[in-house]
């Protein structure tokens, strides 16, 4: 039995382009600069179609108009545009998933609460050791019916955060670029001075969590998902005074409860104070998308041309890219370019 042969879509088709806008296109590739009239004579079409035509791939970004001709973007560049717009209208779409379920956040405590009540118990496990406090973070996250699981995680002394430097981090890292959870962590400032730390948040930020800091974090706890909380065996104390020992507890009342805490201190925390390298990066990465050149990309965030081929560099280093177009597919992948 033969193999059936591979065939390689074409991108712009992939992203909702039809035929004969795909057509059009490739025709304003090879003719590099045109009027409508050219155009209309390649394609062989009335100068009406084809000009309403080009008045959706200008509106789509993938070609510009100037002075009655009609310029194609670099490939790289148009499909860099429209994948952000495709962004654009998922991150849109999802934030009004996110304020319709707001709207009814009142009803879903009453309906968790009722369903705890009915079943019995929470659920409760004690566990003790740092190793099956991580462990079980990655644990969960591969069970997850639905992955990313989102890790909410607050860590309040230096001790702790030393462990998760030098012992503990890198699976949760692993996990991370494995798409298998997504890390949130506030941690109190005077902490990144530790051994290793400041390089493994780093770490945890480059493969897509997110850090940041307050002057004092009342208690350590996080949670998994939407089912699992982890407390403290005392709360307010270190985990280090206390061997580790602390309770995942299963049910979403309590997880509710924790992830209001931790907005309540997301909100007040600050962004990590060497963060703005990465954020530079990802600036160029988005500007990039909207089919801006260096140049432009330059004059938007008032910094040198050189500046910005330096974090062209950075990028393509830190996603493991061979190329600006593998970059920035790769950042969009990632959720950079939202």
């Given at each position: 039995?033969?193999?059936?042969?591979?065939?390689?879509?074409?991108?712009?088709?992939?992203?909702?382009?039809?035929?004969?806008?795909?057509?059009?296109?490739?025709?304003?590739?090879?003719?590099?600069?045109?009027?409508l009239?050219?155009?209309?004579?390649?394609?062989?079409?009335?100068?009406?179609?084809?000009?309403?035509?080009?008045?959706?791939?200008?509106?789509?970004?993938?070609?510009?108009?100037?002075?009655?001709?009609?310029?194609?973007?670099?490939?790289?560049?148009?499909?860099?545009?429209?994948?952000?717009?495709?962004?654009?209208?998922?991150?849109?779409?999802?934030?009004?998933?996110?304020?319709?379920?707001?709207?009814?956040?009142?009803?879903?405590?009453?309906?968790?609460?009722?369903?705890?009540?009915?079943?019995?118990?929470?659920?409760?496990?004690?566990?003790s050791?740092?190793?099956?406090?991580?462990?079980s973070?990655?644990?969960?996250?591969?069970?997850?019916?639905?992955?990313?699981?989102?890790?909410?995680?607050?860590?309040?002394?230096?001790?702790?955060?030393?462990?998760?430097?030098?012992?503990?981090?890198?699976?949760?890292?692993d996990?991370?670029?494995?798409?298998?959870?997504?890390v949130?962590?506030?941690?109190?400032?005077?902490?990144?001075?530790?051994?290793?730390?400041?390089?493994q948040?780093?770490?945890?930020?480059e493969?897509?969590?997110?850090?940041?800091?307050?002057?004092?974090?009342?208690?350590?706890?996080?949670?998994?998902g939407?089912e699992?909380?982890?407390?403290?065996?005392?709360?307010?104390?270190?985990?280090?005074?206390?061997?580790?020992?602390?309770?995942?507890?299963?049910?979403?009342?309590?997880?509710?409860?924790?992830s209001?805490?931790?907005t309540?201190?997301?909100?007040?925390?600050?962004?990590?104070?060497?963060?703005?390298?990465?954020?530079?990066?990802r600036?160029?990465?988005?500007?990039?998308?909207?089919?801006?050149?260096?140049?432009?990309?330059?004059?938007?965030?008032?910094?040198?041309?050189?500046?910005?081929?330096?974090?062209?560099?950075?990028?393509?280093?830190?996603?493991?890219?061979?190329?600006?177009?593998?970059?920035?597919?790769?950042?969009?992948?990632?959720?950079?370019?939202?």
């Amino acid at each position: 039995m033969r193999d059936e042969p591979h065939t390689v879509s074409d991108p712009f088709e992939t992203l909702g382009l039809d035929s004969a806008q795909t057509a059009l296109y490739t025709a304003v590739l090879r003719l590099h600069r045109a009027t409508l009239s050219d155009l209309a004579q390649a394609m062989d079409g009335p100068v009406d179609k084809v000009g309403r035509q080009l008045d959706d791939l200008v509106k789509l970004g993938v070609i510009d108009e100037q002075s009655g001709q009609y310029l194609a973007r670099h490939p790289a560049a148009a499909l860099g545009r429209v994948i952000a717009q495709r962004l654009d209208r998922l991150a849109e779409e999802s934030r009004r998933i996110d304020s319709a379920l707001g709207s009814i956040r009142g009803l879903i405590r009453d309906y968790d609460a009722g369903r705890d009540y009915r079943s019995g118990p929470f659920m409760v496990e004690m566990a003790s050791g740092a190793d099956i406090l991580y462990e079980s973070v990655v644990g969960i996250a591969v069970q997850s019916p639905s992955p990313p699981m989102p890790l909410l995680t607050a860590i309040p002394d230096e001790r702790t955060m030393t462990d998760f430097a030098r012992k503990f981090a890198d699976p949760w890292i692993d996990a991370q670029k494995r798409n298998l959870l997504t890390v949130r962590a506030v941690v109190p400032v005077f902490t990144l001075s530790a051994p290793g730390v400041r390089d493994q948040l780093t770490n945890v930020i480059e493969a897509g969590g997110e850090v940041r800091t307050l002057d004092r974090v009342p208690s350590w706890f996080m949670t998994a998902g939407s089912e699992t909380a982890g407390l403290p065996a005392c709360w307010g104390g270190n985990l280090p005074d206390h061997a580790y020992n602390f309770y995942l507890v299963r049910t979403p009342v309590i997880v509710g409860v924790l992830s209001t805490l931790f907005t309540e201190l997301w909100a007040r925390a600050q962004p990590l104070p060497w963060a703005s390298r990465a954020d530079g990066v990802r600036q160029v990465l988005r500007l990039a998308a909207q089919g801006l050149c260096d140049d432009s990309i330059a004059r938007q965030l008032g910094v040198s041309v050189r500046t910005v081929r330096a974090r062209w560099a950075d990028a393509m280093t830190e996603l493991g890219a061979q190329s600006r177009f593998r970059a920035g597919v790769e950042a969009a992948r990632r959720g950079w370019l939202r």
